[in-house]
């Protein structure tokens, strides 16, 4: 009697099954239950809790993804993401290059007079505000920027009678030469701070946070002034001024470009070691790597494997900022040193009244730093799924 139930209990369970798949109800004694064509395109359980699973609920189906439709799934929130911030960054960069255009307009005089000087006659003034177009009013001057810009041609600087473009580029490579190579050294804070945060109250600990306080504490421009008169001046180990292009001379470049590098990261270095060590210590009392610590996990895995991720989201924040603070901070170090990068060329672009070259520098510096901002922002979703990037 147990059999013949059994069997039909089972003849049920797949007659029930059946139908589940196609929409339709099925019937079981005084109880009337619709089930609808559920599809998991993954199990959120284990192997053993999936197998439980079917047990409990026999008239769900699995059915994957398919491959190529997984992925575009997948993409788009960070295709969206992108899009939503460049379109946000499409009035900034507007209002800071008419910003540019207008401030030209602000000083007494024509942009032709302050160019020239106090000594240039009308008919050389005159003839410069037709060249260059200062004689129209802001709008339509900003228009035909624009226009030039689309097309690839911001005309050509005031002094070195060189295309823009090509000047912009070239100086560009040497700033985000710098940059990145700085960006790599400050990145040596993240593994010091692991290792401090995981003998927290050693010798070792408190030497190091002494440190990075002391060079937190110390301005930029005292640290260069300090560091070339140690390594150029009494050590003679590297030189004060000059530049050799990487694609001339790798080891050369490297030579020159070290003292620099050393000067802009040198502060970053100590502000993202503080950060790190403290979101370490915060992760490394969780309940979760306790349990890692009593399992009798390594030490190295627990921290690479359970710390970092859980401690990135504020680090890559104070990441982003760092690299737009050395992009900026190269303003100090590039004039120092006479390294040829958009820092050293912008401030040369301003004393001498080069508005196409300053003008195209500011629209630069607008793209990067919404590209940066806009990166760190992908970024949280990748290291973390369960941030929404929309």
């Not at 559920?38 to 699995?62: A, D, G, I, Y």
């Not at 070290?258 to 060590?277: D, F, G, I, N």
């Not at 170090?333 to 500011?362: C, M, N, R």
Request: aromatic fraction near 10%.
């Amino acid at each position: 009697m147990r059999k013949k139930n059994g069997k039909k209990s089972e003849s049920l369970s797949h007659n029930c099954r059946w139908r589940a798949a196609n929409g339709n109800f099925c019937a079981s004694g005084a109880h009337v239950l619709e089930y609808a064509p559920l599809r998991f395109s993954k199990s959120p359980f284990s192997p053993r809790q999936h197998q439980f699973s079917n047990r409990l609920l026999p008239f769900v189906e699995t059915e994957p993804l398919k491959g190529g439709n997984d992925v575009t799934m997948q993409a788009m929130p960070y295709v969206k993401a992108i899009s939503t911030r460049l379109l946000a960054g499409i009035p900034v960069f507007l209002l800071v290059t008419f910003g540019a255009t207008a401030l030209s307009n602000l000083a007494p005089g024509s942009p032709a007079q302050l160019i020239l000087g106090d000594n240039a006659t009308a008919e050389q003034v005159a003839a410069l505000n037709q060249t260059y177009g200062y004689d129209l009013p802001v709008w339509e001057r900003y228009l035909k920027w624009l226009g030039d810009l689309f097309h690839g041609d911001l005309g050509q600087t005031l002094f070195s009678q060189q295309p823009v473009l090509q000047v912009v580029m070239d100086r560009a490579t040497v700033t985000f030469e710098v940059a990145a190579l700085a960006m790599l050294v400050s990145m040596l804070g993240i593994p010091l701070a692991m290792f401090t945060a995981s003998h927290p109250g050693k010798l070792t600990d408190r030497a190091f946070r002494s440190v990075a306080s002391v060079v937190l504490a110390v301005p930029t421009f005292v640290i260069v002034v300090l560091l070339s008169y140690l390594f150029a001046i009494v050590l003679r180990w590297l030189p004060a001024t000059g530049w050799v292009n990487f694609s001339e001379n790798p080891l050369a470049n490297l030579w020159y470009v070290a003292l620099p590098v050393l000067c802009l990261s040198l502060h970053q270095t100590a502000y993202l070691y503080r950060v790190a060590r403290n979101e370490f210590v915060t992760t490394l009392q969780e309940d979760f790597i306790q349990v890692a610590r009593a399992k009798g996990l390594p030490l190295g895995y627990i921290l690479f494997r359970h710390v970092l991720r859980p401690s990135m989201p504020q680090i890559l924040t104070v990441m982003g900022l760092s690299l737009t603070y050395m992009l900026a901070g190269s303003f100090v170090v590039e004039s120092y040193f006479a390294v040829p990068g958009i820092g050293w060329t912008v401030l040369t672009a301003v004393k001498s009244h080069d508005i196409p070259l300053v003008q195209a520098i500011l629209s630069l510096t607008v793209v990067v730093f919404v590209t940066i901002f806009m990166l760190v922002d992908i970024g949280y979703a990748i290291i973390d799924p369960r941030v929404n990037v929309t």
